[in-house]
């Protein structure tokens, strides 16, 4: 994705937040992404689902060894950050980053 693409998508990303109420305060926001970014597994979750473009909960499950009940709890700390959305597809749900996921990706070095 070109950056004018990207800068697009982040734009029409934010504006869909924005109508849907979900955008926080900049410092409530902080704490949470710092919340969310604090586990291993949650960064991780987000390095796998960058990698695969998009996953679904049980691959989440499956790979990191999680109960549905801790998968939940980690993707939706996840969706609450805006790192990861949710995604219906084929009766299925799916997880995809959002641009702030992928500035994530981009901006960390993976050993």
């Known amino acids: ?14 504006e869909r937040l924005k109508k849907e109420g979900k955008l926080k ?5 902080h704490k949470i992404g710092l919340i969310a970014l604090q586990n291993r597994i ?9 990698i695969g473009g998009k996953r679904c909960f049980d ?4 790979k990191f060894n999680l109960t ?3 998968a939940k709890m980690h993707l939706d700390l996840l969706e609450q950050a805006l790192f990861v959305e949710p995604l219906e597809e084929d009766g299925k749900k799916h997880y995809v980053l959002t641009p702030r996921g992928e500035a994530y990706l981009e901006n960390v070095e993976w050993s």
Do not use: H, N, V, Y
């Open 1 to 14: 994705m070109g950056t004018s693409e990207a800068l697009k998508r982040k734009q029409e990303w934010l």
């Open 68 to 70: 549905d009940a801790q």
């Open 25 to 29: 305060d900049p410092t409530e926001d």
């Open 42 to 50: 949650r960064r991780e979750i987000i390095k796998f689902i960058g």
């Open 59 to 62: 691959e989440i499950k499956e």
